[in-house]
């Protein structure tokens, strides 16, 4: 097997540590540098069942810091990039949109320039792989589907962010042949994601027997997939796709809203042991998100043809699976839901 550097950013967020786990048991050949500054979404109790492994190592960086940057792809002789370090809550970038542009734009110019100027003499056997969103392509009616080809149509901060940070990446592919690929992804869902998203959070709220803020109507939809699938479509997209092209990734898998919100709470009567229907008193419709966008949906078919990926669980167990991996892990929720969470929590919450 060859051997490879690679430096996965933001290895200690949701997504990050899946991809990093996956990635330091399956190939011991390669050196797995997990660079994360450890924002409130970073946690390093993600990954504690590999961070002993010989192949790994942490190093604690913004991606905005360029001599950081150089100083570690100097150390570890970085050759490939797998870049997931974002701002990544929509809400937050609501009230706070400049912290998004800088992390996701300036920060992702950032570690792409690294790399380019690193490895100028040399393209080849290099990949910069940047890890985006669906939310790319804006929102859909009630029919259709996101391809590739849909043009870009972003509405929020977080997505506008994404989307530019896209832009220059194919940017540094037409101009300097950069080894870059792209991949735009649907919702996630799984262990260690941060109860700020719709999952966690409505586990962690019923859980505690507090009130389910549904935004708007509940009928907004999305498109769910389970988190080590996504890690998987990383790994067969970081190995087997073609420089310059972009790969959709998704469930086939979309809900409403509300209708996810009624299965996760039957699913927590159930393992609670309360009585049937209790959780779903908990609902509460508020105030809708800002600029909500209705509906995603991903064409993942071109990953499916061309690479041969597509998503390995069924929904109604990996939800189970989720549910039960929160419930037993009462201290990371705790340890995560502590602090800032609280400030964070009624300021996005009280007024609405
Ligand atoms: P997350 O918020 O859970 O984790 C983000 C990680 O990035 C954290 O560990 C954080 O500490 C780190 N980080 C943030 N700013 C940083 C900086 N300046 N320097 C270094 N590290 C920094 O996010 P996630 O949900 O795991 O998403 C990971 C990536 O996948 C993001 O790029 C996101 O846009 C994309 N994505 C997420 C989803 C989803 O459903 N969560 C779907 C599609 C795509
Ligand atoms: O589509 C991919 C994107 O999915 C990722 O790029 C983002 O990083 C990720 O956060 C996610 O964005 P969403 O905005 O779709 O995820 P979120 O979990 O915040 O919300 C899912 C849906 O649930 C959305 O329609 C808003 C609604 N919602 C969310 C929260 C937090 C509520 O009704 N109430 C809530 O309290």
């Known amino acids: 097997m060859e051997k490879k550097s690679i430096l996965i950013t933001g290895g200690a967020g949701f997504i990050g540590s899946h991809v990093v786990r996956l990635f330091v048991n399956k190939y011991p050949n390669y050196q797995i540098i997990n660079f994360d500054k450890l924002t409130y979404a970073g946690n390093l109790e993600n990954l504690n069942d590999v961070d002993k492994a010989s192949n790994y190592h942490f190093v604690k960086g913004d991606i905005l810091d360029e001599a950081a940057v150089e100083e570690t792809f100097d150390k570890y002789q970085i050759n490939a990039v797998i870049h997931l370090a974002a701002e990544s809550h929509v809400d937050r970038s609501i009230t706070n949109p400049l912290e998004f542009i800088q992390t996701n734009v300036i ?67 037409h101009t300097y042949g950069f080894p870059m690929v792209i991949s735009n992804c649907s919702n996630n869902y799984g262990a260690n994601q941060f109860p700020e998203k719709l999952i966690p959070l409505f586990i962690h709220n019923i859980k505690q027997e507090k009130a389910l803020p549904v935004y708007g109507k509940g009928d907004n939809v999305r498109d769910w997939l389970w988190v080590n699938d996504h890690a998987d479509a990383i790994d067969v997209i970081f190995h087997e796709g073609k420089d310059g092209e972009t790969y959709n990734i998704g469930g086939n898998n979309e809900w409403q809203n509300i209708d996810l919100i009624k299965a996760l709470c039957k699913i927590m009567d159930d393992k609670l ?40 669980i069924e929904f109604d167990q990996g939800l189970v699976n989720t549910v039960d991996w929160y419930l037993n892990n009462e201290d990371w929720l705790n340890s995560v839901t502590s602090g800032d969470y609280q400030k964070y929590y009624n300021q996005q919450y009280n007024e609405r």
């Open 107 to 173: 920060g992702t110019a950032n570690v792409m320039n690294v790399a380019k100027c690193k490895w100028e003499n040399d393209f080849s056997d290099k990949r910069f792989y940047h890890v985006s969103t669906d939310e790319v392509y804006g929102s859909l009616g009630a029919t259709g589907y996101f391809t590739e080809e849909t043009p870009y149509d972003p509405r929020s901060p977080y997505s506008s962010s994404k989307a530019s940070s896209d832009h220059l990446v194919r940017a540094y592919y």
């Open 273 to 312: 042991g309360r009585v049937s229907g209790s959780s779903e008193q908990l609902i509460s419709y508020v105030k809708d998100r800002d600029g909500h966008d209705k509906r995603y949906a991903i064409d993942s078919s071109k990953l499916k043809n061309e690479l041969g990926w597509s998503p390995s």
